[in-house]
């Protein structure tokens, strides 16, 4: 089925891809043994701004790059079963999550579609620095996760490409 629009733009590309592609054999498990958790943004290229090639990494992305339960999930699999012992978290400068309240956010929504967002309440980073912390802590100290994985924080800079390593 061929679309219109944006999806017919990525259907063609999607087409050269697989024209060129030559690797179904790279194995699941990410070769570098590197768990990323960064955010959605789109400024954000995580095997560009390291150099890696596919099968590298894994990355698990969501607003702001920020650990949750459900993230937390994710990453006792990845360490378990996936090879992946060293886990990074990278939020970013100007993230859209670090840009104001809940309340703000909520007000901002319920401004545009009525009030069927009055029970919303979105993860926003009222420090960044300060929340990498806590994510970084968390994983250190879970117990779930293997001894041997090792946690680092950094923050990546979107108007630089720099990313630097606050929590080595
Ligand atoms: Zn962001």
């Keep these: 089925m061929a679309f219109d629009g944006v999806i017919g733009e990525l259907q ?3 087409d050269n891809y697989v024209a060129e592609f030559s690797e179904s054999e790279v194995p699941g498990k990410a070769g570098t043994g590197v768990l990323l958790i960064t955010c959605m ?3 954000i290229v995580p095997h560009e701004i390291f150099g890696l090639k596919i099968g590298d990494i894994k990355v698990i ?3 702001g790059g920020q650990l949750n339960q459900e993230v937390e999930k994710d990453v006792i699999i990845a360490s378990h079963l996936l090879n992946c012992h060293t886990i990074v978290i990278m939020p970013h400068t100007k993230c859209a999550m670090a840009s104001g309240s809940p309340e703000s956010i909520r007000s901002k929504l ?3 579609s009525g009030d069927k967002f009055s029970n919303f309440n ?3 980073i009222t420090d960044t620095r300060a929340k990498l ?3 970084v802590n968390t994983l250190r100290n879970h117990d779930q996760l293997p001894e041997d994985v090792v946690v680092h924080g950094c923050i990546y800079d979107v108007e630089s490409g ?3 390593w606050v929590i080595p």
């Design 162 to 164: 720099k990313v630097s």
């Design 122 to 124: 979105p993860s926003m």
């Design 110 to 112: 319920t401004e545009i």
């Design 41 to 43: 943004d789109s400024r």
């Design 133 to 135: 912390e806590s994510d």
């Design 12 to 14: 063609k590309r999607n």
């Design 61 to 63: 992305r969501n607003a």
